[in-house]
């Protein structure tokens, strides 16, 4: 099914992006030009990792020229898509003090206002106080996520 969808570069990671990883990314972008996404768990720290990709990071900022990725767009998980796809409570877990924090945080960085697609998915998860983790998809089928979200996500452009 993925050979169906149009040539993208979809990235996805356990945990912060480290340096040789976003500058993969970003040379492979310079030099094919392909659609670049972020699949990302649907929480506070997911968001924080696309915007390392995107913007860069803080403590590395002298170097977000060669690493940043400002056309990088969220695929996924958004927290729409939990509720739109009525992913199973039992697969999802409440957001905690630090989560609610990151989240809160997030919302203030100036970068966040030419965002109102991002914000808006980002204050869904602080109403639905519940976050979803890539895997949580599993609970739909177990082929969910390969065979039926990415290839629809990719195919109608559904990111952000």
């Not at 860069?56 to 940043?68: C, D, K, T, W």
């Not at 990088?72 to 957001?95: H, K, N, Y």
Request: one cysteine or more; aromatic letters at 6%.
């Amino acid at each position: 099914m993925l050979l169906k969808i149009p040539d993208a570069i979809i990235i996805t990671g356990k945990g912060f992006p480290d340096i040789n990883s976003r500058l993969m990314v970003r040379k492979l972008w310079d030099v094919l030009h392909l659609p670049t996404l972020a699949l990302v768990d649907a929480d506070p720290h997911g968001v924080e990792i696309l915007c390392t990709y995107k913007f860069g990071s803080r403590s590395m900022s002298h170097e977000s020229h060669h690493l940043a990725l400002p056309e990088i767009q969220w695929l996924g998980i958004l927290p729409s898509d939990v509720q739109r796809l009525r992913i199973p409570d039992e697969s999802l877990i409440a957001l905690n003090k630090r989560d609610l924090s990151k989240a809160k945080e997030l919302l203030t960085r100036p970068y966040m206002e030419s965002l109102p697609a991002w914000k808006k998915e980002i204050e869904n998860m602080l109403e639905q106080e519940k976050k979803a983790e890539i895997q949580s998809l599993d609970s739909i089928t177990a082929t969910f996520l390969t065979d039926v979200y990415l290839p629809n996500k990719i195919r109608f452009k559904g990111w952000i």
